[in-house]
Structures are given as structure tokens and as C-alpha cells.
């Protein structure tokens, strides 16, 4: 028969101890760092109209990311525009034009929203195009979704650029619903 191996009562309690302190000591797994920086019940949407260039802009912005303190974790401003197909009178879409630029701008948000951290900021309709404002944590993550989804995409005519700016000076004066 075997022996029986007995150990001291404060060993034991040292080992649990040592066990729970490792357990608890440990890093919360990584959150996925990838998505809309808010969520939809935080958005809050403003619409600004007015006449620029001779021409009437409409802007639906999301001004609840005006006192967003974090400014600086999103320094990559993403602008991703499309012309309309047959513009109406004064440079707006027609009627039936809105269904597929929704579309659009909800396609180009999944693909921005599956590789980086964004703010969703809204977007401009003037002169006959439709302009997509975000801003991402990552450039290049941007720039090669956008790549990929332009070269996919046959119907969809878009042109995209990313520009750094840490500040949110492009978007500011929307921000603070100014034309």
C-alpha cells in the first residue's frame, strides 16, 4: 500500500491563497476593439440646412460627440463621398435616390465597424454628392476596407480620404451646428 502524504494546514491555506491571488491578478480578457465608439440609444442627431455655394446643404450630424473627451483616440478623420446619378434641380438626390444612399452609408459603416474604433459623425448632402464623416483609431485599417469595398462594389461609386487630425477641426464647425 502507499503512504499517505500529509501536509501542514497553513501550507494548504498558502497554496489557496497563492491560487485565488493568481486567478484574480489576472488581465480581463481583451475587449473586441473594433465597432462604433457609442451606442444607437447615445446618438443624437442633429439637421442643419442652409444654401452654400449657391447651393442648399443639408447635414445630419451626430452632435452628442461634441463634448467627447477622447478625442485624440480617434485622431484619423474618414470622409467617403458619392455623386448622385441624376442629380435634381439645385445638386439634390431625387426620391428614389435615397433608399441606395442609405444603403450605401450603412455598407460603408459595417466596413469601417468591422476593423476599427470609429465615431460615426454624420453626413453632408450638397452639390450633388452625398459625404460620409467618421473618424478611426487606425488609417490603414480604414483605407484598406475602403479599398477592398470600392473594388467590390460595381454599383456603388464612392471616393474616399483619410486625413489626421487629432482635434476634430474638420467637423467642428457641424459640431457646433454651424454651416
Given at each position: 500500500m502507499g503512504e499517505a502524504f500529509f501536509m501542514p494546514k497553513s501550507f494548504l491555506v498558502l497554496l489557496g491563497a497563492a491560487f485565488l491571488f493568481a486567478v484574480l491578478a489576472q488581465k480581463p480578457p481583451l475587449q473586441k476593439n473594433t465597432g462604433n465608439i457609442q451606442s444607437e440609444d447615445e446618438?443624437?442627431?442633429?439637421?442643419l440646412q442652409g444654401e452654400v455655394d449657391g447651393y442648399p446643404i443639408f447635414v445630419s450630424i451626430n452632435s452628442s460627440l461634441k463634448k467627447y473627451a477622447h478625442k485624440s483616440d480617434l485622431p484619423w478623420f474618414v470622409s467617403a463621398s458619392t455623386k448622385f446619378q441624376e442629380p435634381a434641380e439645385k445638386g439634390l438626390p431625387k426620391n428614389e435616390e435615397f433608399p441606395g444612399l442609405n444603403e450605401s452609408e450603412d455598407l460603408v459603416e459595417a466596413r469601417i465597424g468591422k476593423v476599427c474604433r470609429y465615431a460615426y459623425l454624420g453626413h453632408v448632402t450638397h452639390k450633388g454628392e452625398r459625404e460620409i464623416l467618421f473618424y478611426v483609431d487606425s488609417r490603414e485599417a480604414a483605407e484598406d476596407a475602403l479599398k477592398?469595398?470600392?473594388?467590390e462594389q460595381r454599383t456603388l461609386k464612392f471616393d474616399y480620404g483619410v486625413t489626421r487630425d487629432d482635434s476634430w477641426k474638420s467637423v467642428a464647425h457641424y459640431l457646433n451646428e454651424k454651416l
Amino acid at each position: 500500500m502507499g503512504e499517505a502524504f500529509f501536509m501542514p494546514k497553513s501550507f494548504l491555506v498558502l497554496l489557496g491563497a497563492a491560487f485565488l491571488f493568481a486567478v484574480l491578478a489576472q488581465k480581463p480578457p481583451l475587449q473586441k476593439n473594433t465597432g462604433n465608439i457609442q451606442s444607437e440609444d447615445e446618438i443624437q442627431i442633429a439637421i442643419l440646412q442652409g444654401e452654400v455655394d449657391g447651393y442648399p446643404i443639408f447635414v445630419s450630424i451626430n452632435s452628442s460627440l461634441k463634448k467627447y473627451a477622447h478625442k485624440s483616440d480617434l485622431p484619423w478623420f474618414v470622409s467617403a463621398s458619392t455623386k448622385f446619378q441624376e442629380p435634381a434641380e439645385k445638386g439634390l438626390p431625387k426620391n428614389e435616390e435615397f433608399p441606395g444612399l442609405n444603403e450605401s452609408e450603412d455598407l460603408v459603416e459595417a466596413r469601417i465597424g468591422k476593423v476599427c474604433r470609429y465615431a460615426y459623425l454624420g453626413h453632408v448632402t450638397h452639390k450633388g454628392e452625398r459625404e460620409i464623416l467618421f473618424y478611426v483609431d487606425s488609417r490603414e485599417a480604414a483605407e484598406d476596407a475602403l479599398k477592398k469595398l470600392k473594388g467590390e462594389q460595381r454599383t456603388l461609386k464612392f471616393d474616399y480620404g483619410v486625413t489626421r487630425d487629432d482635434s476634430w477641426k474638420s467637423v467642428a464647425h457641424y459640431l457646433n451646428e454651424k454651416l
